[in-house]
């Protein structure tokens, strides 16, 4: 019992991983799809929150596909 469960929490640490060092695009973090990534969304990614407001050259405090292209990981 108590070793399935460590097995299934590795598994689960490995899957999250994956996720992580997948390419964060435009769409993937679009995820009501209104064309703007807004902060809720932009928390998907750490650095993506971290230069949020540097990314958000409107001020508009949403970001476009425009201001995302700058986004540098
Ligand atoms: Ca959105
Ligand atoms: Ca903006």
Redesign the pocket.
């Known amino acids: 019992m108590k070793l399935s469960h460590v097995f299934t929490l590795t598994i689960a640490s490995l899957i999250s991983t994956v996720a992580l060092a997948e390419e964060v695009t435009f769409q993937s973090l679009?995820?009501?799809?209104?064309?703007?990534?807004?902060p809720t969304?932009a928390q998907v990614s750490t650095e993506l929150a971290k230069q949020y407001r540097k990314l958000d050259s409107n001020k508009d405090n949403e970001l476009s596909p425009v201001e995302f292209a700058h986004f540098k990981k």
């Open positions: 679009d995820s009501n799809n209104d064309g703007v990534i807004s969304e």
